[in-house]
């Protein structure tokens, strides 16, 4: 369904059974639960689906393993089956990834660890060998009755150094154990907020849709044309995270402060040396003040994280010059040989954690649950669910209990779960990926590489794709075709290059971007969007801006990225 009929739609037909607020992967889980069992549910995300902390994570599928020190067994135990249920169901985009800690004290960590556990400080300390082997076995146990993967090993200082050589030469030990990583993060909450639509005959989403009060009651406002329509639901949910606040003042419910969210920023780095030494692995390290860090090889480039910082305004969020060094510091503790030259930064991003409000001064103790808080009908508005906390990687259990609550307010009963239920191109995917890709490519007339890559980016919807792209050129500099983003911005409700860049493909965050990509890009979008001249350099000026103020990008580096191609290609 595209804009214009979801709008004329909800014109005709104000009064609806719940309104999420929210299209981030917690209110996109949540509307697929409700939308399954054939709610009348309507989404509304003011930006672009997955667009705030959604599109911020660490990239991280994991149970959580210092959370363990913090007493919080059940997160853990919930995240890792929630972890083993997206390897299977979203295996397209989901993957196991061997994690190895390096280990640079023995006994380090017990005292602390144990009063930090009983709350008598906040103080982050370093981690010894004793302390990482007990959390390991913990995790261990809490993922034995599925084993999916391999359980942990520990390494000498010699073998450690041969396996990464350079890596800090007063390390004693490493410890290596497996979680998971996710590809495409957005893509997946894409797939599932089409999944549900595709489900629930009533159910609808828009993005660039705010939902604000007046006298009169709820208005949505399509940001793209400025229309507002009234909108009467029974009940409503605020899964918008660390805008809960804002979002409540906004719609006129009447709560105490829920969230406190911390600011957590990330670089992707495209450095040969250092992808080569972390050997395929996560490397999970403290850095010298206790923090706990992270970098592992992503989609051809290394993901290197991440801040913790108190933030008071989500809008404002983005990865800062002293977060930079920060992250470049820590690196030279673990790689002390490795420099990272500055523009070999290729992207830099930064999003909000949705934490419960809390005043404790060290943010590593906030508790990472999640869970939900009725906020009681007053006046014109109906009673509001609010969704407290959460984690990328439990979103789903997440979704499944906000819905439960729902579905019991409004009388309802469950009719399907989704433990088991495939998303989007993970559905059928193929045990053997080189014969699937071989037979697309053969029925297609496409090269292995172009079959390849589709999988990857679509997993078994490449078959949709790959019907309209057999003798379709690459775009410049690029291997993303025209005819691709053509169906992209036809069939994903696209309204501007920011979506399209920087979540609907990989392009940005993996450092493909240049001047030549953008105009031709554009080109697409505007004649989609019928968009004149005019209009469509207001687009470019705005999507440069914002390239340059949240994720270093700015105009020197597209013209260095597009004669660097040039140069390559000659």
Known sequence: MNRSHTIAGLRDRPDIAVLVIGGGINGISVFRELALQGVDVVLAEKGDYCSGASAALSRMVHGGLRYLENGEFKLVRESLIERDRLLKNAPHYVAPLPTTVPIFDTFSGIANGAVRFLGLTRRPSRRGALVIKAGLTMYDLFAKARRLMPTHRFRGRAETLKAWPAINPSIRNSATYYDAWVSRPERLGLEMLFDAISAGSSACALNYAAVNSTEAGLILTDISTGETLPIRPRLIINATGGWIDLTNKAIGAV????????????????????????????????????????????????????????????????????????????????????????????????????????????????????????????????????????????????GEMAADMALERLDLTRSLGTENLAIGGGRDFPADPEK????????????????????????????????????????????YSADEIHLIVEREQVECLADLFLRRTTIAISGGLNLDLINAVLDILAASKGWDAAQAAIERSAFLALLAHKHGIDLSTLSHSNDKRSALCA
């Open 255 to 398: 709560a105490p402060r829920m969230m406190g969210g911390t600011k957590g920023s990330h670089l992707i780095v495209d450095n040969a040396e250092l992808y080569d030494a972390i050997g395929g692995h996560m490397v999970y390290y403290e850095n010298e003040d206790g923090r706990i860090c992270i970098l592992f090889p992503y989609l051809g480039k290394v993901l290197i994280g991440s801040t913790d910082i108190r933030i008071d305004d989500p809008d404002q969020v983005r990865c800062e010059d002293d977060e930079r060094s920060y992250i470049l510091q820590s690196l030279a503790f673990v790689f002390p040989s490795i420099a990272i030259a500055d523009n070999e930064i290729v992207f830099r991003f930064a999003g909000v954690r949705p934490l419960p409000a809390s005043d404790d001064s060290f943010t590593g103790r906030i508790p990472r649950d999640h869970f939900c808080e009725f906020v009681e009908a007053g006046g014109h508005l109906p009673a509001t669910l609010c969704m407290i906390g959460g984690k990328w990687t439990t979103f789903r259990s997440f």
């Open 436 to 479: 699937w890709c071989a037979e697309l490519a053969a029925k297609h007339g496409l090269t292995i590489e172009r079959a390849h890559a589709l999988l990857e980016r679509y997993g078994t919807s490449a078959e949709d794709f790959a019907t309209n792209l057999a003798s379709d050129p690459m775009l410049a500099q690029s291997d």
